[in-house]
């Protein structure tokens, strides 16, 4: 039996600092000696020696900021295992399995993850109308790390998965500063969204809000929904219900490219409020085609239709753009009392051009 070392974490609530011990994320021991080569020490001991690490890593802290200049709030140091603050819990693993990673450059990457997270919530909020509520945790992992605990794709580079952002870093290929803000705001959108539906969402229309508000597609997106239009109808909803992870890999593109398209039909013409309505009702419990109907007041039968007619519409028009307005819903649909415009899709929709 060996020991685990614990470590210090430095914590940011309220512009203070405050530091607590906590185990890391990947437990560290000492391995050149166990409990049953050496006397246990006594507990004051204990107690009195993780006082004085604490108040070293204190002090260390504080002098590393006045180095650095660093505001208080964001700052990180690579001898702790995280910063937290009042909004996130970032991680940085340690003793990444991957020759190319590097704990020092994960820790920089984390620095300024959190300056752009702190962002992207300030400037969502209004929008967002106060959610999440709850601490969001992101986690920085080598590439074999993050492939390993997610089985994803090798296409993916970042995943919401079970209740945490994870994010594979590579000091070979490292995140360009633009590359790190769009996979922040794509994958911060999927935190909120499983908070706010309890993890009830469908797939189709978590990954169409979370590229809204990530700011920039995939230019690969546009000829392989015009493709997909031009040979076959959209794919059914149903298909795109639990994500995309397990789709061919040549199905990929076109299903996030329809899921845009959706979530943008959605926002037009029934509006944002009536979208973060509906994700509040998944919490209920009822299947995310029963509370669409009940919400939306239209069958998901009729939303694929328009959806459809929506896309031949764009594909037919030549267009190179997957940002577009909204062609009128059907008699038969504004018939149930939907309006035609939604001002809170066009806030969205300005923030991907």
Same mark, same amino acid.
């Given at each position: 039996?060996?020991?685990?070392?614990?470590?210090?974490?430095?914590?940011?609530?309220?512009?203070?600092?405050?530091?607590?011990?906590? *185990?890391?994320?990947?437990?560290?021991? @000492? *391995? @050149?000696?166990? =409990?049953?080569?050496?006397?246990?020490?006594?507990?004051?001991?204990?107690?009195?020696?993780?006082?004085?690490?604490?108040?070293?890593?204190?002090?260390?802290?504080?002098?590393? =900021?006045?180095?650095?200049?660093?505001?208080?709030?964001? &700052?990180?140091?690579?001898?702790?295992?995280?910063?937290?603050?009042?909004?996130?819990?970032?991680?940085?693993?340690?003793?990444?399995?991957?020759?190319?990673?590097?704990?020092?450059?994960?820790?920089?990457? #984390? /620095? @300024?993850?959190? +300056?752009?997270?702190?962002?992207?919530?300030?400037?969502?909020?209004?929008?967002?109308?106060?959610?999440?509520?709850?601490?969001? %945790?992101?986690?920085?992992?080598?590439?074999?790390?993050?492939?390993?605990?997610?089985? &994803?794709?090798? !296409?993916?580079?970042?995943?919401?998965?079970?209740?945490? %952002?994870?994010?594979?870093? *590579?000091?070979?290929?490292?995140? /360009?500063?633009?590359?790190?803000?769009?996979?922040?705001? /794509?994958?911060?959108?999927?935190?909120?969204?499983?908070?706010?539906?309890?993890?009830?969402?469908?797939? !189709? =229309?978590?990954?169409?809000? #979370?590229?809204?508000?990530?700011?920039?597609?995939?230019?690969?997106?546009?000829?392989?929904?015009?493709?997909?239009?031009?040979?076959?109808?959209?794919?059914? =909803? /149903?298909?795109?219900?639990?994500?995309?992870?397990?789709?061919?890999? #040549?199905?990929?593109?076109?299903?996030?490219?329809?899921?845009?398209?959706?979530?943008?039909?959605?926002?037009?013409?029934?509006?944002?409020?009536?979208?973060?309505?509906?994700?509040?009702?998944?919490?209920?419990?009822?299947?995310?085609?029963?509370?669409?109907?009940?919400?939306?007041?239209?069958?998901?039968?009729?939303? +694929?239709?328009?959806?459809?007619?929506?896309?031949?519409? !764009?594909? &037919?028009?030549?267009?190179?753009?997957?940002? !577009?307005? #909204?062609?009128?819903?059907?008699?038969?649909?504004?018939?149930?009392?939907?309006?035609?415009?939604?001002?809170?899709?066009?806030?969205?929709?300005?923030?991907?051009?």
């Amino acid at each position: 039996m060996r020991r685990a070392r614990r470590v210090n974490q430095m914590v940011v609530e309220g512009g203070f600092l405050a530091l607590t011990a906590v *185990s890391p994320t990947t437990t560290r021991c @000492d *391995s @050149d000696r166990s =409990l049953s080569q050496s006397p246990r020490p006594s507990r004051n001991l204990v107690d009195r020696n993780l006082i004085w690490k604490t108040v070293f890593a204190f002090v260390t802290s504080i002098a590393l =900021l006045l180095e650095s200049g660093a505001s208080p709030a964001y &700052a990180i140091d690579p001898a702790f295992s995280s910063v937290v603050s009042s909004r996130f819990a970032l991680y940085v693993e340690e003793t990444g399995q991957s020759p190319t990673y590097d704990s020092k450059y994960a820790s920089e990457v #984390a /620095h @300024d993850a959190m +300056e752009i997270l702190t962002s992207v919530d300030k400037e969502l909020a209004p929008i967002l109308a106060g959610r999440p509520v709850s601490r969001i %945790i992101v986690r920085f992992l080598s590439e074999d790390s993050f492939y390993r605990q997610t089985s &994803a794709p090798t !296409w993916t580079s970042a995943l919401f998965s079970r209740g945490e %952002i994870r994010i594979p870093v *590579s000091s070979r290929d490292r995140l /360009h500063p633009d590359e790190l803000r769009r996979t922040l705001r /794509h994958e911060y959108i999927h935190a909120v969204i499983a908070q706010v539906s309890d993890f009830h969402c469908p797939a !189709w =229309l978590d990954e169409g809000l #979370a590229q809204l508000i990530e700011g920039r597609y995939n230019p690969k997106l546009v000829p392989a929904l015009r493709t997909l239009i031009r040979t076959q109808d959209a794919f059914p =909803l /149903h298909q795109l219900e639990r994500g995309f992870t397990e789709l061919d890999a #040549a199905d990929v593109p076109a299903a996030y490219a329809q899921s845009l398209f959706a979530a943008q039909l959605l926002l037009e013409h029934f509006g944002l409020p009536r979208v973060l309505n509906y994700l509040d009702e998944l919490q209920q419990g009822l299947s995310w085609k029963r509370s669409f109907e009940r919400i939306f007041r239209v069958s998901i039968a009729e939303f +694929e239709a328009e959806l459809n007619e929506a896309i031949r519409q !764009w594909a &037919a028009s030549g267009s190179t753009e997957l940002i !577009w307005t #909204a062609p009128p819903m059907s008699a038969h649909t504004r018939s149930k009392g939907v309006p035609l415009e939604a001002p809170e899709a066009n806030t969205i929709r300005a923030r991907m051009r």
